[in-house]
């Protein structure tokens, strides 16, 4: 809400429209642009975020391969105690 306030605040000081004048077409600017919009707000924010998850999942898979290969051979004995 404020980025559209803020967006029909720029748009009423270059169009010397009143304000709901502005804000109207500043709405229908925004619904005819939508894609646009969503694409400039919505997927930097979206590849950032799964950027993360695989970047922590990959490092999670690579520590569980490392500390296997080298834990694998140190069994426990009967009583439960490493040797």
């Known amino acids: ?6 967006f029909a605040t720029i748009s009423v000081s270059v169009s010397g429209k ?5 804000s109207k077409d500043m709405f229908g600017l925004i619904k ?11 997927m930097p924010n979206f590849v ?5 998850v695989l970047l922590a999942l990959s490092w999670a898979c690579l520590v569980f391969i490392i500390t296997f ?5 140190d069994y426990p004995t009967k009583s439960g105690i490493f040797i």
């Open 1 to 6: 809400m404020d980025q559209f306030t803020l």
């Open 18 to 22: 009143g304000f709901f004048p502005a």
């Open 32 to 42: 005819r642009n939508i894609g646009t919009v969503a694409n400039f707000w919505g």
């Open 48 to 52: 950032l975020h799964v950027t993360i």
């Open 69 to 73: 290969l080298r834990w694998k051979d």
